[in-house]
Each structure stands twice: as structure tokens, then as C-alpha cells.
């Protein structure tokens, strides 16, 4: 079965012997599918009417579990964008009444963003969503295949991840 990044690798090949384009073999495949996936994700989200930013803020929370709330700092962390940037996602989540301040117990200064009811409900709905739109990506590959696939993109994330 050849794909467009065979022909694509091929056409190198031949235009310049010279150089080794064996990463083509593997990165232009992950970007290709990368691009498949943001497709899926984006019309996952959309069916339950979020933005791709929103599901990551409210799954960090629905992730965090009970009560559900996590510090602005955390969020930061774990969706990795400026403090400026995530005050005013948080503001557009609590308009929408998916999330709420509440002040932090321990920090007098301090507010905690927790997850609402409808916020969960509407997490919980988009990762079903997700899920099914990315199992449709993964296809024909067995179970055997996915972990091994699972564990050799583990292997080169991983340095960047730390």
C-alpha cells in the first residue's frame, strides 16, 4: 500500500540522491496525521459547540476530579499558555457559566477556578465526542498495534516533554 509521503520520498530520492530523507518516512507521516486529527478534534468540539482552548481548559478540571477545581497557576501549567491569556479564558468560561471563581482557602489572595456542573457535563460530552472521531482515525490497527505504535511516539516525546 503506498501513500503520498512513499511518492513524496520517492521524488526526493531521485532529485537529491545526496541526502538521507529516511525522517521523511516517519515525521512527514506524523504531520500529515496530526493534520487529520486537529480536522477531528475541531469538529468533535464544535459539535458540543466549544473551541479547542475550551476543552483544554475544562478537561484539565474535569481531570483534576472532585471538586473539580484547580489555581489559575495550575491551569497555566497544564495548558501551557501566559497567565494573561488564560485570565481571560478563564473570564469567557465563567460568562458561558462553565467555570466559577472561588477563593482559595489557603491563599487569602488566592481564587481556585472549579469546574460547574454544566462545565462537566459539557467536558464529558466533547471527550466522547473525541474519542469517537479519534478511533475512527486509528482504524484497522489492533489493539497490538496501537500499544506499539503508543509506545514508540512515547519514545520520542518524551525529550520533549521534560
Avoid: C
Avoid at 495548558?79 to 482559595?104: W, Y
Avoid at 471527550?127 to 520520542?156: C, P
Amino acid at each position: 500500500m503506498e501513500d503520498e509521503v512513499d511518492r513524496l520520498v520517492a521524488a526526493w530520492r531521485r532529485e537529491r540522491p545526496d541526502l538521507d530523507v529516511a525522517p521523511l518516512e516517519v515525521l512527514s507521516r506524523v504531520s500529515r496525521l496530526a493534520r487529520h486529527l486537529d480536522r477531528a478534534r475541531r469538529a468533535a468540539f464544535a459539535e458540543q459547540g466549544l473551541e479547542s482552548w475550551e476543552f483544554d481548559v475544562l478537561t484539565a478540571l474535569r481531570r483534576a476530579g472532585e471538586p473539580y477545581q484547580l489555581s489559575p497557576g495550575q491551569l497555566l501549567t497544564q495548558t501551557l499558555v501566559t497567565s494573561g491569556t488564560m485570565t481571560n479564558r478563564i473570564d469567557r468560561l465563567a460568562a458561558k457559566g462553565f467555570v466559577e471563581r472561588q477563593p482559595d482557602p489557603a491563599d487569602r489572595r488566592g481564587v481556585l477556578v472549579r469546574l460547574t456542573t454544566v462545565g462537566r457535563d459539557r467536558a464529558d460530552e466533547a471527550l466522547s465526542e473525541l474519542l469517537d472521531h479519534e478511533r475512527e482515525i486509528l482504524g484497522e490497527l489492533t489493539s497490538t498495534q496501537r500499544k506499539a505504535l503508543a509506545g514508540l511516539l512515547r519514545t520520542l516525546v518524551a525529550p520533549f516533554d521534560n
